[in-house]
């Protein structure tokens, strides 16, 4: 067996040109995978659109039905940061049943991998920071509403606070929230969640590794989930264009078979979306989101077959 990835080509929705936000990178990254011998075209999973009652289970029916058809005021839209198409709301529709899906397949093999995902600035009724829908919080509570899990732990290694999902589940102890991040970036204003780890600006490899470790095990054996959603962010890296820290590649790396090490061989299942990520030079990106299908595979291969 392989570690399930998941890819649908609809994960491109095309921008106008020059913007900074380069839909590509999703094809990019399977193509990578793909050439590098990551992972075979058997291993992907193709996702569905989910339901507007599920993605309901998050957000309001108001703003899914104002986003989906296109008519959310101006203001709205400025806040998400991109511009409507019909091709983006189904893009947007799609990752999160990306998500659900890796949700599944990693309870069925212990850990599986999204090739997009991560849209933690997403409230109940409004987009923020180029995220439309919270695509963890829809799967999370999805996959409790199916009954497959009750306890789950959010593991949010953005740059970013993962604000929106911090506020979904403020006052739900079924799902634990857990965010480390650059204290000095956005959101300016920050949510609670239940547990966060801001970080002073610059930090590099060694003390970032460092500082995970002092929480990770103690929060896997506190919180004991049914499943946990690792939100990857590589806009942690020296090179991010809104990062603020300093992580390496090899760094990155690190922390990626850090956090499914960890995770995996204390027995929880882990599904993985790759969270944000900004850089002009759009191959170096793609290489460090793969990063995280890297380690995936290695530690996939060692622990769970």
């Known amino acids: 067996m392989d570690l399930p990835i998941i890819y649908h080509p609809d994960y491109i929705a095309p921008l106008p040109p020059g913007h900074r936000f380069p839909m590509s990178k999703f094809r990019l990254l399977y193509e990578l995978l793909i050439g590098d011998g990551v992972a075979q075209i058997e291993q992907f999973h193709t996702p569905e659109s989910p339901s507007p009652e599920l993605i309901e289970l998050v957000h309001t029916p108001e703003y899914v039905q104002a986003y989906c058809k296109g008519t959310l005021d101006a203001k709205a839209q400025r806040r998400i940061g991109l511009p409507w198409s019909p091709a983006l709301a189904n893009r947007t529709c799609v990752a999160v049943g990306g998500t659900i899906l890796t949700a599944k397949l990693a309870l069925s093999h212990g850990l599986a991998c999204n090739t997009a995902g991560g849209t933690h600035h ?74 966060d780890v801001p970080l002073p600006v610059g930090m590099e490899d060694d003390d970032y590794l460092q500082t995970l470790a002092r929480y990770l095990p103690n929060l896997l054996s506190t919180v004991q989930p049914d499943l946990i959603f690792y939100d990857a962010g590589v806009d942690t890296h020296i090179g991010d264009r809104l990062g603020k820290l300093a992580l390496t590649d090899t760094g990155i790396y690190r922390r990626e078979m850090q956090v499914l090490t960890t995770c995996v061989t204390a027995g929880y299942p882990v599904a993985c979306v790759i969270g944000g990520g900004y850089a002009d030079d759009i191959k170096s990106l793609v290489w460090r989101h793969s990063l995280l299908h890297r380690a995936a595979n290695e530690v996939y291969h060692q622990y769970t077959v």
Do not use: W
């Not at 695509?135 to 732990?153: F, P």
């Not at 634990?176 to 609670?192: A, I, L, R, W």
């Open 122 to 195: 997403a409230f109940p009724s409004y987009g923020s920071g180029f995220c439309i829908f919270n695509d963890i919080a829809i799967a999370s509570r999805v996959l409790q509403t199916m009954g497959l899990v009750e306890k789950i732990l959010i593991l949010d290694l953005d740059v970013h606070q993962g604000d929106g999902t911090a506020f979904i589940f403020q006052e739900d102890d079924s799902v634990f929230t857990f965010s480390m991040h650059c204290e000095v970036n956005f959101p300016g204003t920050k949510q609670k969640s239940d547990l």
